[in-house]
């Protein structure tokens, strides 16, 4: 039998191990703790919440600056704001210094973006848990004509969201945009039945362009598609 010194010894040791488990718990939510202070600081230095800012509120659209984005101004002139159009990505134009050529078809979406977003009135909204773009821009969806309430520029009546399609789906339906599959988004499947739409009808780029003509991460989403068939096929099967 174990001596009561050997099983004093087990006790110490395992309330040792306990301590430890606490004190690197405390260390884990303390971490967690401080991300948060940090990344509400970090929301409040980059404008504060943007739900409140920009969720169901009206904005005009002042410039296009591509095929799939725009700056944007509150009706009192207070806000100003770069959208980048979540869930689609446009062909890309040419760098300022030209030393990166527009992408395929990169002219003719920023000129149709430009057709039916320039100086009109649109309503953002932006999916729980929004994020920006790398670069700062709101990742939103943009309802073109919606209907605001008497002030014009105040909170959208929810019964209009949805009436009409998104310019991000108009776009990606009329083939000037891909259906982004880089981040997940509630309007995923709606945006990537449009861009099948529109290539199964060679509607805008889809009418000439090349698998080696579109982004890069398109690229890899088509060669991660034919390796996955390569191996569910039975000629692919080891």
């Known amino acids: 039998m174990p001596s009561p010194a050997g099983d004093e010894s087990e006790v110490e040791a395992f309330l040792r191990r306990r301590a430890r488990g606490r004190r690197v718990l405390l260390f884990t939510l303390a971490v967690l703790l401080t991300t948060v202070v940090l990344g509400n600081a970090w929301q409040q230095y980059r404008g504060g919440d943007d739900w409140a800012r920009f969720d169901r509120r009206f904005f005009v659209v002042q410039a296009v600056m591509s095929g799939d984005r725009l700056a944007v101004e509150s009706a009192d002139g207070t806000v100003t704001q770069v959208v980048r159009l979540l869930g689609i990505d446009a062909p890309a134009l040419a760098d300022a210094d030209r030393s990166t050529p527009a ?57 209009l969201v949805g009436t009409v399609p998104t310019l991000n789906e ?47 991460w398109r690229r890899a989403w088509l060669a991660g598609l034919k390796r996955e068939s390569a191996t569910e096929s039975p000629g692919g099967r080891d």
């Open 170 to 216: 108009q776009l990606a339906a009329a083939g000037w945009a891909y259906a982004d599959r880089r981040s997940p988004h509630p309007m995923h499947k709606q945006f990537e039945q449009a861009e099948a739409e529109a290539r199964k009808k060679k509607r805008g780029l889809w009418a000439d362009v090349r698998d080696d003509q579109q982004p890069a």
């Open 103 to 159: 992408a395929h078809g990169a002219l003719d979406a920023y000129r149709a973006a430009r057709e039916a977003a320039q100086s009109r009135r649109v309503m953002l909204s932006l999916p729980p848990l929004a994020a920006r773009a790398t670069d700062g821009a709101v990742l939103a969806y943009v309802h073109p004509d919606a209907v605001s309430g008497p002030g014009g520029d105040g909170p959208a009546d929810d019964r």
